[in-house]
């Protein structure tokens, strides 16, 4: 005789087991942000523009110039674990921002999501779901490229919605992801605007597509985000270690800050905040900063995906190298020499 008390094992339904992964993948307005412009990047976008209302609590839309989705895929795009970037038989050859096909139907299960697509040589159309709940296909009207829409984020989870935060904070964090995200694209043109008025809003951040070199570009864009005076102070940083690629700008000793809001690091593109990566900026300022001061940079480290597992959490700020000493000394050495070239430069003009 089995007890009334006894547990029974159910399996969940599809809706749950999305609004489950949403907590993992989609903590807040920013995060979803995130998701969807990394989406338009890896959609090979040369403009993306993103706009907000409300700290992106009532709208976020980010609209590409990226391939676009053809109409019969557009359900596949919102399933879970269904993705174009891997085939799932090397989970360590990533060159991409997605992989896990879950941020589509995380953020259509806690949100209202449509998206709207156009691929080259097919007609647009648009899919929508709602808490869950997926519309079928029907056409659209749209150029090209493609225009992701949530409203309402956490609608479908009150709990999550009760712990956003202001929407001067969530704006603020939205402002940091998507620069952050411009920092690693030079070549990509950006426009974020708050539209939470309505209308046409206000754009408070815009960075066209820089041109020249791969290091122009970046000197250009790191100028537009974080202020002429770092791109004047800036070393050029461009080193190679054991299949380890360092590239990027480190500022002057006298351009510190006061703590580290201007330590931007990048493994393969992504932007990361990693203890390692971190500690070894510290260790190669160690002889030119007071302990109380912060240096400023901007750093780009490639390797072979096979070199750093990216893999570790949804997230995905943390990173894991295979061969963690490498990094650091790669990191340490090629900063203290360019600082102490630098250093030496000076100390030869003024003595000059
Ligand atoms: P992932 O990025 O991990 O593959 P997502 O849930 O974010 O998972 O997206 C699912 C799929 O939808 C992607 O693999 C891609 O094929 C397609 N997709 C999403 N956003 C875009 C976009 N802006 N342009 C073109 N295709 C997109
Ligand atoms: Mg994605």
Redesign the pocket.
Do not use: H, M, Q, Y
């Given at each position: 005789n089995m007890s009334e008390n006894q547990p029974v094992i159910r399996q969940l339904d599809d809706a749950a087991i999305n609004r489950i992964a949403a907590g993992e993948v989609v903590e807040r307005p920013a995060s979803a942000v995130k998701?969807l412009v990394e989406?338009?990047i890896?959609?090979g976008a040369r403009r993306i523009e993103i706009a907000i209302a409300d700290g992106g609590k009532t709208l976020i839309r980010v609209t590409?110039d990226?391939?676009?989705?053809t109409p019969d895929q557009l359900p596949l795009?919102l399933s879970r674990h269904?993705?174009?970037?891997i085939d799932g038989t090397d989970l360590l050859d990533i060159h991409s921002?997605?992989?896990?096909?879950?941020?589509?139907?995380s953020l259509g299960a806690v949100g209202r999501l449509t998206i709207t697509?156009r691929a080259e040589g097919h007609e647009a159309a648009q899919i929508a779901v709602s808490g869950g709940v997926m519309d079928p296909v029907k056409p659209a009207a749209l150029n090209g490229g493609?225009i992701?829409e949530l409203r309402d984020l956490f609608f479908a989870t009150p709990a999550r919605l009760k712990f956003m935060r202001t929407d001067r904070a969530e704006t603020q964090a939205i402002n940091d992801v998507v620069k952050r995200l411009a920092m690693a694209e030079p070549f990509i043109g950006f426009t974020l605007r708050d539209v939470s008025g309505g209308g046409d809003g206000r754009v408070t951040f815009r960075a066209d597509p820089e041109t020249g070199d791969l290091f122009d570009a970046l000197h250009g864009r790191l100028g537009r985000i974080l202020g002429n005076e770092f791109a004047e102070n800036a070393l050029k940083i461009d080193a190679e270690r054991e299949g380890f690629l360092l590239t990027g700008y480190a500022a002057l000793p006298t351009y510190s800050r006061g703590s580290a809001v201007a330590q931007f690091l990048f493994v393969n593109g992504r932007p990361v905040r990693d203890k390692l990566l971190v500690g070894a900026l510290r260790g190669a300022y160690f002889d030119f900063l007071s302990r109380d001061r912060h240096p400023a940079a901007a750093l780009f480290i490639e390797c072979d995906p096979h070199l750093v597992d990216v893999n570790v959490h949804p997230a995905k700020s943390e990173v894991r190298f295979r061969d963690p000493g490498i990094v650091r000394g790669l990191i340490v050495s090629s900063l203290r020499h360019a600082l102490a070239e630098a250093g030496h430069r000076a100390s030869t003009t003024v003595a000059g």
């Open positions: 998701e989406n338009a890896d959609a590409d990226g391939c676009g989705i795009a269904a993705t174009s970037k921002f997605g992989f896990r096909g879950e941020a589509l139907p697509s493609t992701v």
